[in-house]
């Protein structure tokens, strides 16, 4: 296992979802020309996924439960000026049993996972409509949604590099 606090990363931030979508297209092409590097412990396929079932959770619904009362408050109290203002996540946090639906498919397919986060884009794009309510933070506005999913995924696709820079 590597101690993803301290692989090396892009420095990325997205500050929008046009930029999102381009660098998406940078890491498609360098994943199809064999020059694409990842450094943490999921395979490119298995971020995507992972990043794709978390936006269409938050565009479809999330199952029942959530968080335990403390954890919420604390998110809230803490984490969620950060998090909506499009900051990235810490490295290395593992993802609870209670959400273990968020981990990412072993099997997971490239193209097909990076098909779904762009239909996410999509979907935002268009308006659709989203889940209001974070599970974690509460309440969001759609601004804020799309600046939280911007900084997640800046954290996870920092473990890909498409050009051989850090």
């Known amino acids: 296992m590597i101690n993803t606090?301290?692989?090396d990363r892009r420095d990325i931030v997205y500050?929008?979802?046009?930029?999102?979508?381009?660098?998406l297209e940078r890491i498609e092409s360098a994943h199809g020309s064999g020059a694409l590097v990842?450094?943490?412990?999921?395979?490119?396929?298995?971020?995507?996924?992972?990043?794709?079932?978390?936006?269409e959770h938050t565009l479809d619904g999330f199952p029942p439960g959530g968080p335990p009362l403390?954890?919420?408050?604390?998110?809230?109290?803490?984490?969620?000026?950060?998090?909506?203002?499009g900051a990235p996540p810490p490295a290395g946090f593992p993802i609870p049993k209670?959400?273990?639906?968020?981990?990412?498919?072993?099997?997971?397919?490239?193209?097909?996972?990076?098909?779904?986060?762009?239909?996410?884009?999509?979907?935002?794009?268009?308006?659709?409509?989203f889940v209001d309510r974070s599970p974690l933070f509460g309440k969001v506005t759609r601004d804020q949604w799309i600046r939280l999913h911007l900084g997640h995924c800046s954290?996870?696709?920092s473990f890909l590099n498409p050009g051989g820079e850090s």
């Open 5 to 7: 606090k301290k692989a």
């Open 15 to 23: 500050h929008s979802l046009d930029e999102l979508s381009a660098d």
């Open 38 to 55: 990842h450094t943490g412990n999921w395979t490119p396929a298995q971020i995507f996924d992972h990043i794709a079932s978390f936006w």
């Open 70 to 85: 403390l954890v919420r408050i604390m998110a809230q109290m803490f984490f969620k000026k950060k998090a909506v203002a």
């Open 98 to 129: 209670k959400v273990a639906f968020l981990q990412p498919d072993p099997q997971a397919n490239f193209s097909e996972t990076i098909a779904r986060l762009r239909a996410c884009i999509d979907r935002t794009n268009r308006g659709d409509a």
């Open 155 to 157: 954290l996870h696709l």
